[in-house]
Structure formats: C-alpha cells, structure tokens
C-alpha cells in the first residue's frame, strides 16, 4: 500500500507549483478566441470544441492516472506531464488551423490530467489537522491563481507583446521544462511498486459528493463558460471594448476565486460549501442582467460573483475530501476531479452547439438556469445533511453520512 505519511518535505513547493504552472497554461488561448476566429474562421462551435476537447482529455487522464504511480512512481509520472506539457505548447504555437488546435488541445489536456492528479495526490497526503488544512487550501487555490495568472499574463502579451500567438505558449513551456528538471532533483515521493489510488466515491467519500457535488458541478461549469464563451459574451453585451479584454471576465472570475479561498480556509467545511451554492444564484441573475441592458458591469460583476461561490465551494468540498480516512483521500480526491473537469467539459461543449442554433443570448439564458438548479440540488443537500448530524473531522465525516 501506499506509503501516505512519507511525503518529503522537498515536495511541497515543486507540487503546488506544478498545479499553478499546469493551470496557468490551460487559460492562455482565452484571449486569443479573436485572433483564432479571424485568422482561421473559426465558430462559436470550433471554439467549445479547442476548450471541450482539452477538459475531456484531462478528464479521460484523470480515470486513469491512479493505476500508473504504483508502477511507475509520481516523481516520473510528473515529470514525463510536464515534458509532455512543454511539447503541447510547442504544437499550439506552431498550429495553423483547427485541427491543430485540437491535437495540441488534446496533449495538454492529457499532461495536464496526469500531472494535476498526482500533483494534488501527493498534496493531500499529508497527516495531521494542520496538514489536511493545508492541502485543501492548496488544492483549491492553486487552479484559480494559476487559471488568473495564465489569463492575464496571456491578455497583456496579446495587447503589448510581439507575436502573442506564439509566446502565449513558449513562456509556459520553458516554466514546465525548468519544472521538470526541479522535480527530477525532488526524490521519488512514494517507493516505486507501490499502490497507486483508484478514482472511486466509496463510502465517505460518496456522501460528500452526493450532498455537494451540484455545487462542485455548478461552480466548474461557469468556470468552463467564460474562459470558453466568455469573451463571445463580452463582444454581445459590450461591443465597444477591446476585443482583448474578453479575456478579463475571466481574470475577475479566479481573482475572486483565490481571494475567497483564502477568506473561508478556517470555516467550516460545510457552511463554506453552502455559501459556494447559494452564491451561484446572484451571480447568474447578474450574468443574464447583462444581456437585458446590464452591459459590461453586470457581466463583470456576476463573474466576480462566480468567483466568490467557486471558491467557497471548491475550499469546502475539498476540505471534506481531505477530513476523510487518510487511505481513502487520494481516491476522493481523483472523484472530485473527475466530477469538477466533467461539469467544465461536457457543458461547454453543449452550450457551444446550441449557440450555433439559439444564438449565444439564449444559450446562456439555458445554461445559467441549469447551473442555478444544480446549486439549488447543492443547497438542499447541505441542509438536509447538516440536520442529519455535525462534528468529524472537519465536520466531514458526519456531513457524508446516510
């Protein structure tokens, strides 16, 4: 079995950076849905598709990345994602039309996958109160800085810097070659042959994603719309600003994010969660707001909105998942992950269909309202658990009962 207390101490700060680094790189092409729908035609569908394609990949790496650590050990497994990762970058900024938007897409979706899944396995490892404290703080806020990040320093290099359509994705690949090399130098985290976790939602495990998962899946799904549609968003409700800054709707969305993470860290698990749920109904009014006069303000504000209930949310859900035994974490962990990159996929790709047909206005009407009734689902799951019993650690346990 795998040795979960052994973690290295020398592993801390190369697995938080390599969940920043991998997310950084998965909001880059944000600002460049403009360029790549005037340069290579592409539609509203051809731009769900480029975004669907890298979370279903991902999601697809996420099922089977557990079965490889115990044969090939984390430290080769998160190397062999980031050199991957450097080569997926290498293929977006050589690419010349959609189809090696797709492919490139593709390949970082599965590096991403890989290295996210045993980045944050070897994160939640950690024993002690303190120590699952802070690997859910991790665990949460590392996407959205690293999703913010990515997306601004990509939205400045399309404004200011030569040939954005390349450097976009050469810094990230330099950050993951250099990654890669810190990683090598960090020891194995786990003896090789070891057990690698499977992603399962038994037990424990599975209440807690029963009674939060609409929440998980509401707050991952506006996370999927606007680094996807967003920027289209952005043109219909504000046609007078910059095309470039489609992209900061979704800055504002993960600043938000990581400043709630950091606000809830010592809340309890489930209040956290309920507030992700609830908050996720103003922000869609805000969203649609914007297409019935609201304009920019209303759509920037319902994103910062967003952003509030995904953080709450995300620190919530995770805080349980790392309150769980310590044997069953890494599985709970990869459920979550599987749950959270599905409601960003899957959907995004729906919407992007529909929009062809129902024009954008109205897809977002539709995908506002299923996202509202998800938190609701979320809402009703919480109170009901919460009558049912409290305590645990971290109030976990007892809220993923019945």
Same mark, same amino acid.
């Given at each position: ?14 697995? =938080?950076? /390599? ?64 050199? /991957?990762?450097?080569?997926?970058? =290498? ?89 890669? /090399? ?63 800054? =489609? ?15 950091? /606000? ?130 971290? =109030? ?7």
């Amino acid at each position: 079995m795998v040795a979960w207390g052994r973690v290295r101490t020398g592993w801390k700060v190369p697995a =938080g950076a /390599v969940l920043v680094a991998l997310m950084a790189a998965s909001s880059g092409p944000t600002p460049l849905w403009g360029y790549y729908r005037r340069e290579f035609g592409l539609s509203g569908l051809d731009v769900t598709v480029v975004f669907g394609v890298y979370a279903l990949a991902l999601l697809g790496a996420l099922l089977a990345v557990g079965r490889w650590s115990g044969r090939w050990g984390r430290r080769g497994i998160l190397v062999g994602a980031l050199v /991957v990762a450097a080569g997926a970058m =290498g293929l977006l900024a050589m690419a010349d039309g959609l189809g090696w938007l797709v492919v490139g897409r593709v390949v970082q979706g599965l590096a991403t996958g890989v290295g996210v899944s045993t980045a944050g396995a070897v994160l939640v490892a950690r024993r002690g109160r303190e120590g699952k404290r802070r690997a859910a703080l991790v665990n949460a806020l590392a996407p959205v800085l690293g999703m913010g990040g990515g997306v601004l320093l990509a939205v400045l290099l399309v404004r200011f810097g030569p040939a954005p359509e390349v450097v976009v994705y050469a810094v990230p690949g330099v950050v993951f070659a250099v990654l890669a /090399v810190v990683v090598w130098g960090a020891g194995e985290v786990i003896p090789v042959g070891e057990q690698g976790e499977r992603v399962t939602a038994a037990g424990t495990g599975r209440g807690v994603l029963v009674r939060a998962g609409g929440a998980v899946a509401a707050v991952w799904a506006l996370g999927g719309f606007y680094p996807s549609l967003g920027p289209a968003l952005v043109r219909v409700v504000a046609p007078g600003l910059p095309e470039v800054l =489609g992209g900061m709707a979704f800055f504002a969305l993960t600043a938000a994010a990581a400043v709630t993470v950091w /606000v809830v860290r010592r809340m309890r698990p489930e209040v956290a969660a309920m507030i992700g749920a609830v908050g996720v109904l103003p922000s869609v009014a805000l969203t649609l707001a914007a297409l019935y006069g609201g304009g920019a303000a209303a759509l920037f504000g319902g994103a910062v909105l967003a952003g509030v209930a995904f953080g709450a949310a995300s620190q919530g859900v995770l805080r349980m998942v790392t309150g769980l035994a310590v044997r069953e974490r890494a599985a709970g962990l990869a459920a979550y992950q599987v749950l959270a990159y599905g409601a960003m996929s899957v959907p995004v790709i729906a919407a992007g269909a529909a929009s062809e047909v129902w024009g954008l206005g109205r897809t977002a009407q539709v995908y506002a309202g299923v996202a509202a009734l998800l938190a609701l689902g979320a809402v009703a799951g919480l109170r009901a658990s919460g009558r049912k019993g409290g305590g645990g650690s971290d =109030g976990a346990v007892n809220l993923a009962r019945a």
